[in-house]
């Protein structure tokens, strides 16, 4: 039996302790934001955050996600009112929109850690978040708008 902490609230899911935490989330907690892209930590579909920091739940086992903190994208906000959410609306950063959930996830972390980061800095912190259509430029813009709004 493993007990996880997701979005605030305690679960215990009977599961093999090297199952992918991504598969707990979506499959067993019913948490279907954060998506499935390669299974190879490689294109950031799968970005939760694990006691606050960025992390690719498809590689990740579900046992080392135990005694932590887990916020998936259901968590960030309840009714899409963070800072983060709002600018990517507002400059409609997604086309597919398959990526996104894990783009927002690390754009969240990076405002977390920092408050007003260098067009340099956005880049070297979502370099790991693949987007197939592109968006790079508005997921900037999109972050430099939140970062603004976070300090306002």
Known sequence: MITLKVNGKQH???VDPD????????DLLNLTGTKYGCGM???????VHLDGKPTRSCVLPVSQAEGKTVTTIEGISADGEHPVQKAWQSIKVPQCGYCQA???MSAVALLNDNKNPSED??????SGNLC????????????KNAANEMTE
């Open 41 to 47: 930590a490689l294109c950031g579909a799968c970005t």
């Open 132 to 143: 197939r259509c592109g968006t790079y430029q508005r997921i900037t813009v999109a972050i």
């Open 102 to 104: 894990g783009q927002i």
């Open 12 to 14: 215990k899911i009977d």
């Open 121 to 126: 800095e956005i880049k070297d912190a979502m």
């Open 19 to 26: 199952m992918p935490l991504l598969w707990a989330i979506r």
